[in-house]
């Protein structure tokens, strides 16, 4: 009897860990290579893992909701066709999980195990991960309400108790309090009546990510406005050439993105993330775009090395990412890699916008809606009021890495080049 070892698959740059979201195949049931196995969840995206096997389920060692490692062995299939009966079909996986608990609870001191504790003892290796950054203790960690299935300790409840001032934090007696600390006040607010709409999956991750950048980052924004006019008019007399040439549309975004990248260049410690102490630096130029969902939430779609990339190769890129969006066709590596993140907020009509920071990036780029105002032009014959095509730009950025010279400057430069954008360029 042949038995193949389905291992949680890579699920992307930097991803470590995944939650199983449900099995599409129970044990005994037979399943074809690249039939769909599983859906699993990371803090960046959900997705469906096939089988790379044909054969019989014969053991599933994970459930719902429990967080495995990638590489981790998480089903047994038969690949010689005959169904083993040794596993009953609703029968829970036998010991992967209390062997990962028993190991968990080894590893907190016994000084708080003895504490009075909630039943929640198992932690995720997320959860342990954020508890180290915001030097949280397992018996701080033990006293959480906890929200999830079996009493598991999510994302959001961590973050709702550092919100809610960490009420549990000074039960410890190596902890004195510090009077001078800010804590934030136990307000009981009235919430009003009305419809109760459940976060889906992906909100929940959009919620917790922007609370924890928040958290993290000092944000600072900063704003200028760019006349786009001689931009405009280019685009609007190359569009359609450019697609009967090329077969893709031209918007606004890969020309936007062209300028961020040349503006990345210019200043590379905005192209950086903060790891405690230490700045890093990065090599690659990766944009991300803010991009809606057919569900209202948004994602961050990667363009890769897009200052490698020419106009029409950033045009492409930019179609595809759009269209898997909106297809909910996005993978993994589509979503990886970001070290700069823009988000166009004119397509929804607004002047312009002050972003959240897309963790562990140092800055943000929010562009307005293209208007066309009268203003104040400088000619030979002295000032003129003109009809220009205006922007906004507002750059936030993290001031424990970017400091106000270096996020004006960048955000200058940015602007630069979309007004100085060479006319006489060809398609």
Known sequence: MSKFEFKMPKLGESITEAAIITWFKNVGDTIGEDEML???????VDAEVPSTVSGIVEEILFQANEVIKIGETIAIINTNGSASKSVKKDSKPESKTEKKEVKQKKSIPKKLVSAKQNNNTFFSPLIISIAKEQHI?????ARIPATGNDGRLRKSDIFQYIKEGRPFQFVQPTIEHDPTAYRIPQLKLDKGTGEIVKMDRMRKMIADHMVYSKHTSPHVTAYVEADLTEMVKWRNKNKIPFQEKHHC????????????????????????????DNIIVKKDINIGMATALPSGNLIVPVVKNADNKNLHELAVSVNNLSKKARENNLNADDIQGSTFTISNVGTFGSLMGTP???????????????????????????????????????????????????????????????EQFDTKRTI
């Open 137 to 141: 203790s397992y018996e701080e960690l």
């Open 356 to 418: 959240i920071i897309n963790q562990p990036e140092v800055a943000i780029l929010a562009l307005g809606i293209i208007k066309k105002r009268a203003e104040v032009m400088e000619t030979e014959n002295g000032d003129e009021i003109a009809i220009r095509s205006m922007m906004y730009l507002s750059l936030s950025f993290d001031h424990r890495a970017v400091d106000g010279y270096l996020g004006g400057s960048f955000l200058r430069k940015i602007a630069d080049y979309l």
């Open 249 to 276: 549309k031209l918007t606004f975004t890969p020309l936007f993105i062209e300028a961020v990248a040349k503006a990345v260049k210019d200043f590379p410690m905005i192209n950086v993330s903060i790891d405690e």
């Open 38 to 44: 599983l859906e699993v969840a990371t803090d960046k």
